[in-house]
C-alpha cells in the first residue's frame, strides 16, 4: 500500500513538472490582442487599466525554455487584457529573471546563470477595429 502512494506521488510530481516546462496557453479570444510598443490614440481608443504578464519562477524556470517562458508571458498578458474588455497592450516593460551561482574550490571561481522567468507590464487599451 505504503508502496503503491510513493509510487503515485512520485508520477503526480512528475507529470506537473513536466506541464510546468510549457507555455501558459492563450484563450480563444485573446488569441486577436495586440501588443504594441506604440501608444494608441487617446483619440481613438479608451484606456482600461494596467496588467502584468509572467511565466517562470527560480524552480520551474529552471525546467522551462525561453521560447516557452515568452511566450507564457506574452499568452498570459493577452488572456489578462482580454478579461479587461482589451485587444490592444501598450508594453511598458519586458524584464527576463536570471537566477545563477557562483562557487570554487582553492581559488578557482566557477558559476553561471540562466533565464528562469520573464516578466511583460502594460497599459490595456481598446481600439475599435477598423
Not at 496557453?25 to 486577436?32: F, I, L
Not at 529552471?62 to 497592450?89: H, P, Q, Y
Not at 545563477?100 to 578557482?108: A, E, F, M, P, R
Amino acid at each position: 500500500m505504503m508502496k503503491n502512494v510513493v509510487t503515485l506521488s512520485i508520477a503526480l510530481f512528475m507529470a506537473s513538472s513536466l506541464a510546468a516546462c510549457s507555455s501558459i496557453d492563450v484563450s480563444q479570444d485573446a488569441t486577436m490582442v495586440r501588443l504594441t510598443h506604440n501608444e494608441p490614440s487617446i483619440k481613438e481608443c479608451h484606456f482600461l487599466g494596467d496588467v502584468t504578464g509572467s511565466q517562470g519562477d527560480f524552480f520551474v524556470g529552471a525546467f522551462t525554455s525561453n521560447e516557452n517562458l515568452e511566450t507564457g508571458a506574452r499568452n498570459d498578458i493577452k488572456n489578462k487584457a482580454k478579461a479587461l474588455g482589451g485587444n490592444v497592450v501598450y508594453l511598458l516593460t519586458e524584464r527576463a529573471g536570471q537566477t545563477g551561482s557562483v562557487g570554487g574550490i582553492d581559488g578557482n571561481v566557477s558559476g553561471g546563470s540562466q533565464q528562469t522567468n520573464v516578466t511583460l507590464s502594460g497599459n490595456v487599451y481598446y481600439c475599435p477595429v477598423s
